[in-house]
């Protein structure tokens, strides 16, 4: 491309100071000791955060509606409104010391694309939609991306509806709590054709940092298996009962971990976490009751991922040290590959921008996974220093949040002028007929 057609591109017009603005005013709701950002999903400080990405979209005119699952979206209308919407955005929940540039980013940059289309007086073809995913954290109600489960598979929204928070507040709860902040918003229905997905985040990891490229043009996204296992044995006095009587349910449990990480580390790339553990009764002199903990596995390869679910499912049930142990698998998500094209276009828009990039594969999960299935999708990524997120020390240089709005701009540009068939790898359109 010439040096003129970049400088007439739509990204010569994004506003690097005033994204920075929108991520600082964010960052105020949830705000917390040490420069931590709080803000659960539904909470009142993440409703605060929906009222405010909802004035600065309808003061640049675009119109707010959301869902029964109550995602939020604004809406850029296009020239030919009955086309389905290029679709850009993230979520603004947070973990519980999160940063605020995860997910945040995302929904910013695409506010900001909305906003340079309007002042520079240009109609897209299709309209271009704004989203913020209701939960995608996952740490309020777990699982996470329930938003854009719900959005893409309608039919789970009863099973995401009674997901229950540790205060046993419900996903319907919440969701009826913030639809009634707020009734000029009105609902559309789950399910919509969607054009394409694009969502720009940050890394979460140092590959860019350390080959010093400001975009990664994301390949895919890294399969999970998510479990919450429980041992029950017997309570009993720490002082009284013979050992070799026991139901100790805590010996049980940590028997079973370590034996499943070994399991783990000798599978090359896998991961293995076990983040939560609750022990009952959780007394000094109290043998073990029950124990409940959780278990993370992800690899990029697939057939990993189930050999290490075979020895798992065979190691959790039944007896263990005399205790009995069930299993309850809560999340399975396969790796997956963004199409081809779709990488391309991402690819195309950066050189428009005139940036570098680099490709890479998402290790975290993210809402494109949901989109993935039901429309072309893609994932911009920009740098975050020394990869650390889910951190108050999260941090994304503003020269990096400006150049993945400028990718995302360029990106949107032409995604609304390509004809959908162009945007899927030649299988998906074989499938497709
Ligand atoms: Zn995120």
Known sequence: MTVAEQRQGLSTAV???????????????????????????????????????????????????????????????????????????????????????????????????????????????????????TNEEGSRFAPGMSGS??????QSLPDILAIRDRAGISMAEAIAEIHAGDESIPEHPLGRPVHCYIEPHIEQNDVLERANIPIGIVTGIQGTRRYRIRVDGKAGHAGTVAMADRR?????????????????????????????????????????????????????????????????????????????????????????????PMQQLLEKATERAGLASMRLFSAAGHDARQLHYVCPTGMIFVPCCGGISHHPAEWVEPQHILAGTKVLAEAVALAARAEPADLLDDKARAAEG
């Not at 040490?34 to 309808?58: F, Q, Y």
């Open 248 to 340: 100790d349910a805590l010996i049980a449990a940590t028997g079973l971990i370590g034996e499943l990480h070994r399991e783990a580390v000798s599978l090359e790339d896998m991961k293995f976490t076990v983040g939560q553990f609750d022990v009952t009764p959780n007394a000094p002199s109290v043998i073990p009751e029950s124990v409940y903990f959780s278990l993370d596995i992800r690899c990029p390869d697939n057939a990993a991922v189930d050999r290490l679910d075979a020895k798992i499912r065979a190691a959790a049930s039944g007896d263990r040290d005399r205790c009995q142990v069930s299993l309850h698998q809560i999340t399975h998500a396969p790796s997956l590959s963004f199409p081809a």
């Open 149 to 154: 489960t719900g959005f893409t598979n309608p």
């Open 15 to 133: 506003d690097g100071y005033r994204l920075w603005q929108n991520i600082e005013a964010l960052a105020k709701h949830g705000a917390s000791p040490g420069g931590a950002v709080n803000r659960p999903a539904l909470s009142k400080a993440e409703a605060r955060a929906r009222a405010e990405i909802v004035a600065w979209g309808r003061e640049i005119g675009l119109s707010a509606y959301t869902d029964a699952a109550a995602n939020l979206f604004l809406r850029l209308e296009g020239q030919r409104p009955e086309l389905p919407p290029v679709l850009i955005g993230s979520h603004i929940d947070s973990q519980p010391t999160g940063g605020c540039f995860d997910g945040t980013f995302g929904v910013i940059a695409a506010l900001e694309v909305l906003r340079v289309f309007i002042e520079r007086g240009e109609r897209p073809e299709r309209p271009v939609e704004l989203v913020a995913w």
